[in-house]
């Protein structure tokens, strides 16, 4: 009897993981009978070797907070966006046939936030949405930055820090005033903050000058609604929730794993 084919997440912590479910009734609905999906939560990177030569019926992963830039080291070779990008959320592991050593193993990083991205905001541009202030500067945040450049949106970060490598377009959160949020129309959380369970956390902009010229984007999807769509969504403003993101980058991840 073949052994299934094992597709599994790496992050931590994944309590809350949407992939399991989703994967999992994706397979009964589709009548995939010889996969599995599973969660790999590890605390800290370096377990990822031992992961990889543990599941030898491992073929492939998805990454999520917080190592999509820090999986990179550990990957035998990038796809052209993954590259551009410097984050990764999708890795194919390709082994030759009949060989167990690990010589003959690849690991292929891919980054399907930028097609989920990409094609759950297009409909909600307007000519209005020239500047984007990002949220948060992690593995996402890249994603995110690398979608809007390529349209034309020009990119400014929000950080606690100005100590990372996002270049030189960086507020502080203090810095958040009338007229930064006055002169950036789309403004796109990136964070987990107000990811459940911590409901009532919010990012520290000033709402009150928010109107409904703008267009807010939560990466985050559970809860639906979070207090940085709802703050928005008092002020008149268009709100997206990460949920179709999450949809369609989960597809083409599937896409990609099999692939030839």
């Known amino acids: 009897m073949n052994q299934k084919k094992l597709f599994g997440l790496i992050g931590y912590p994944l309590t809350h993981s949407f992939s399991k479910k989703y994967f999992t009734e994706k397979f009964e609905k589709e009548g995939i009978t010889d996969c599995s999906y599973e969660l790999f939560p590890i605390e800290d990177i370096n377990q990822f070797p031992h992961l990889i030569s543990e599941y030898s019926s491992l073929g492939g992963l998805s990454v999520t907070i917080p190592y999509k830039e820090k999986i990179i080291p550990y990957l035998t070779e990038l796809d052209e966006t993954a590259k551009a990008v410097g984050a990764v959320n999708c890795i194919k592991i ?73 270049g030189t377009n960086i507020f502080l959160y203090e810095e958040i005033n009338e007229y930064v949020i006055n002169a950036f129309h789309l403004i796109i959380n990136t964070t987990p903050i107000g990811m459940f369970p911590n409901v009532n956390e919010v990012p520290e902009i000033p709402f009150e000058f928010i109107t409904d010229k703008h267009l807010l984007y939560d990466l985050v999807y559970n809860p639906t609604e979070t207090n940085f769509l709802k703050h928005g969504k008092e002020k008149g403003a268009i709100c997206i929730n990460g949920l179709s993101m999450l949809y369609l980058q989960a597809e083409k991840t599937w896409e990609i794993w099999n692939e030839g």
Do not use: M
Not at 141 to 152: D, F, M, Q, T
């Open 94 to 166: 390709k082994r030759s046939v009949g060989q167990g050593d690990e010589s003959n193993l690849k690991l292929i990083g891919y980054n399907t936030d930028v097609f989920g991205f990409k094609q759950s905001i297009k409909p909600f541009l307007e000519s209005h949405h020239q500047r984007a202030l990002i949220l948060g500067t992690g593995g996402a945040s890249k994603a995110v930055a690398y979608v809007l450049k390529e349209i034309g949106i020009d990119c400014y970060f929000v950080s606690r820090n100005k100590h990372h490598d996002s």
